[in-house]
């Protein structure tokens, strides 16, 4: 299905808060962090966007996984690039459920087409070929697969790629040869193409070889999850899953599509929460708060702290 759609992009505004004057300090800022990245993929560039702002939402990587912090009643979109100069099929999943269709997700079901180059923003549940549901975050009970009975699965968002069959152009047809040394020149060329050369002996091994990589991809990716879920500490507030928002327009159409294999090319998934929950469990890093440092030799205010007017000696 072809993308097109309509949305609305709302301004945010930042307050300022007021800090007290003081004298500049000599303290040198502590080194950055590691930056998140925004956008993740190789086939296509995915990211979340606060659909508020319009600004994609850092994507953190932590034990094997990619990250992203919500806010409860914030609306959110999936953005996607194509990133190949060929079609590409996108078959989508939020918590579990496939977003066109609303099935518990399969890799083989329906998603969306994007030809060469085409980026698009995905805002919501598809309900019609001109409507969505907008994605909006929410706690887990009041998530849409939740309410639909499939609550096992919700904080996740996940984008199975495909690429496009290249049709096989026809077989030359056969040239008529003329007779040599008594044998038919058509029954030499049948000779020869039925003798195995040893590259078509060593064929057979490449897929098979291939499918045991991508058993171990897999098996790898599986015990990443499961080791992070593990490791995972308990959240301290309730976490996040994804209602089915209010109605808005979104025109999409229809076309083909032929898969080029039956297993997606790239699988994509990010995970969700709180920004809160996110931090309790370390997947967001918080910088130690900066100190005043101790000059090398002499100082030359040794009676002086950093800080404000203490409180005065209690009366006797």
Same mark, same amino acid.
């Given at each position: 299905?072809?993308?097109?759609?309509?949305?609305?992009?709302?301004?945010?505004?930042?307050?300022?808060?007021?800090?007290?004057?003081?004298?500049?300090?000599?303290?040198?800022?502590?080194?950055?962090?590691? #930056?998140?990245? $925004?956008?993740?993929?190789?086939?296509?560039?995915?990211?979340?966007?606060?659909?508020?702002? /319009?600004?994609?939402?850092?994507?953190?990587?932590?034990? /094997?996984?990619?990250?992203?912090?919500?806010?409860?009643?914030?609306?959110?979109?999936?953005?996607?690039?194509?990133?190949?100069?060929?079609?590409?099929?996108?078959?989508?999943?939020?918590?579990?459920? $496939?977003?066109?269709?609303?099935?518990?997700?399969?890799?083989?079901? $329906?998603?969306?087409?994007?030809?060469?180059?085409?980026?698009?923003?995905?805002?919501?549940?598809?309900?019609?070929?001109?409507?969505?549901?907008?994605?909006?975050?929410?706690?887990?009970?009041?998530?849409?697969?939740?309410?639909?009975?499939?609550?096992?699965?919700?904080?996740?968002?996940?984008?199975?790629?495909?690429? +496009?069959?290249?049709?096989?152009?026809? #077989?030359? #047809?056969?040239?008529?040869?003329?007779?040599?040394?008594?044998?038919?020149?058509?029954?030499?060329?049948?000779?020869?193409?039925?003798?195995?050369?040893?590259?078509?002996?060593?064929?057979?091994?490449?897929?098979?070889?291939?499918?045991?990589?991508?058993?171990?991809?897999?098996?790898?990716?599986?015990?990443?999850?499961?080791?992070?879920?593990?490791?995972? #500490?308990?959240?301290?507030?309730?976490?996040?899953?994804?209602?089915? /928002?209010?109605?808005?327009?979104?025109?999409?159409?229809?076309?083909?599509?032929?898969?080029?294999?039956?297993?997606?090319? +790239?699988?994509?998934?990010?995970?969700?929460?709180?920004?809160?929950?996110?931090?309790?469990?370390?997947?967001?890093?918080?910088?130690?708060?900066?100190?005043?440092?101790?000059?090398?030799?002499?100082?030359?205010?040794?009676?002086?702290?950093? /800080?404000?007017?203490?409180?005065?000696?209690?009366?006797?």
């Amino acid at each position: 299905m072809k993308r097109r759609l309509l949305f609305s992009t709302a301004l945010a505004w930042t307050a300022l808060g007021v800090l007290p004057a003081c004298a500049e300090s000599p303290v040198r800022p502590l080194p950055p962090l590691s #930056p998140p990245s $925004n956008r993740i993929g190789s086939l296509m560039q995915l990211s979340v966007i606060d659909r508020a702002s /319009g600004r994609e939402l850092p994507i953190y990587r932590h034990r /094997g996984e990619y990250w992203v912090a919500g806010r409860p009643g914030a609306r959110y979109a999936i953005r996607a690039r194509n990133a190949m100069g060929e079609r590409i099929m996108a078959v989508m999943s939020v918590d579990g459920v $496939n977003i066109v269709t609303g099935e518990t997700a399969g890799v083989l079901q $329906n998603g969306y087409v994007f030809s060469g180059g085409e980026r698009s923003d995905i805002t919501g549940w598809r309900k019609s070929d001109s409507q969505i549901a907008a994605f909006e975050f929410t706690s887990i009970g009041n998530s849409y697969a939740s309410r639909t009975g499939r609550p096992d699965d919700v904080g996740v968002i996940g984008v199975a790629m495909f690429r +496009e069959r290249v049709p096989v152009p026809p #077989p030359a #047809p056969p040239v008529a040869f003329p007779r040599r040394d008594g044998v038919d020149s058509r029954e030499m060329e049948r000779r020869r193409s039925e003798a195995p050369s040893a590259v078509e002996e060593a064929a057979p091994a490449a897929p098979a070889a291939q499918a045991r990589s991508a058993d171990s991809a897999l098996g790898a990716e599986a015990a990443a999850s499961a080791k992070g879920s593990l490791a995972r #500490p308990s959240p301290p507030t309730p976490s996040l899953g994804t209602a089915h /928002g209010r109605r808005e327009t979104s025109h999409v159409g229809h076309t083909t599509f032929e898969r080029a294999q039956s297993t997606p090319d +790239e699988v994509v998934r990010i995970r969700y929460d709180s920004r809160e929950n996110l931090i309790a469990a370390g997947v967001i890093p918080v910088p130690p708060p900066a100190r005043w440092p101790r000059p090398e030799g002499p100082s030359a205010f040794p009676g002086s702290e950093m /800080g404000y007017v203490p409180d005065p000696p209690a009366r006797y």
